[in-house]
């Protein structure tokens, strides 16, 4: 089945931290709060550019523990969205954002 989310984050290279998400449900924009928009979204994966397969670098949540970390704004943006409130979309969404998440520093551009 094809994830019926889309994730993007922005900023490319070197300037990841001045980018913004935009999220789509099946081609329909979602609204974000604020919070989250603009920072990264703690999912679970390498971000350190040097050593991007080094497991010493892995930080993060996983899906499970993500999403019960995450419930509350996401029901919100699902509810005004008219998302069905169903486990297959909470863990769609993680598994969109996760692709495209990012740490400050994961991009070498400040150091």
Known sequence: ?????????TSKGNTLC???WQIAYKGM???LPQV???KDMGTKGIY???DPD??????????DEWIIENIEWLTDVFLQANIPLEE??????YQAVNKEDWR???CGGCI
């Not at 094809?2 to 993007?8: D, G, K």
């Not at 297959?88 to 969404?93: K, T, W």
């Open 54 to 63: 080094d497991e010493l670098y892995l930080e993060g949540l996983g899906e």
């Open 29 to 31: 924009p979602l609204i």
């Open 104 to 106: 400050c520093g994961s």
């Open 1 to 9: 089945m094809e994830n019926p989310f889309c994730a993007n984050w």
């Open 18 to 20: 001045l980018g913004h």
């Open 48 to 50: 350190n550019f040097i």
């Open 36 to 38: 989250q928009m603009e």
């Open 88 to 93: 297959e979309n909470f863990r769609a969404f």
